[in-house]
């Protein structure tokens, strides 16, 4: 067995509680189908001062989905720990797709790290704590390894970056 699965099963043992489980059950489903992080990009966009950070996290949620969902998954094609390890218990809906990466942590952070780098730090850093939420969340649930939530994260960060140098930092180069 390796630091993951040691990992995985002492949040099990030694961290999980009923009021916890119930918070983290909570907080893992507003990363259920980008939904939070779709709802940030929508309501950004409806609001004429942050309409430009709204359009990179748009476009960094897009690349993060194409990379995350699209290709990686299906080509490292990694199994979920639960199915893995008898001894973990999943506590939250099972998931359809495959392992790696996280896509919770993928899109939280492909929309956390733009308004970071967008938006004033008020707004920045709650999104980036609400993302490690999010993404911490997948492991106390069971759903995914450690490795799977990192993979996760540096990708979304690193399309968020990308989406910011696209259509946030040109933008404000031209400006000048």
């Known amino acids: 067995m390796g630091w993951e699965e040691r990992f995985l099963l002492f949040l099990q043992e030694s961290v999980r509680n ?5 918070v983290m059950q909570f907080v893992t489903s507003l990363g259920d189908a980008g939904f939070l992080a779709i709802i940030v990009c929508i309501v950004l966009l409806c609001i004429r001062k942050y309409r430009r950070a709204g359009a990179a996290a748009s476009l960094s949620l897009i690349l993060d989905f194409i990379v ?3 290709v990686l998954k ?3 094609a990694r199994t979920r720990p639960y199915d893995m390890l008898e ?3 999943l506590i939250t ?3 359809s797709d495959l392992s790696f990466p996280s896509g919770h942590a993928g899109a939280c952070f492909a929309v956390a790290s733009v308004l970071f780098l967008c938006l004033p730090r008020r707004f920045g850093i ?3 704590v609400v993302a490690v939420l999010i993404s911490f969340s997948r492991l106390y649930v069971g759903a995914h390894y450690p490795t799977d939530v990192l993979g996760g994260m540096v990708i979304g ?3 968020g970056w990308i989406a910011y140098g696209l259509l946030w930092k040109k933008q404000k180069d031209k400006q000048e």
């Open 93 to 95: 809906k099972r998931p």
């Open 74 to 76: 299906n080509l490292v």
């Open 18 to 22: 009923p009021i916890l489980d119930r």
């Open 68 to 70: 995350v969902n699209l």
């Open 157 to 159: 960060c690193i399309t």
């Open 126 to 128: 709650p999104a980036m």
């Open 87 to 89: 001894e973990l218990l």
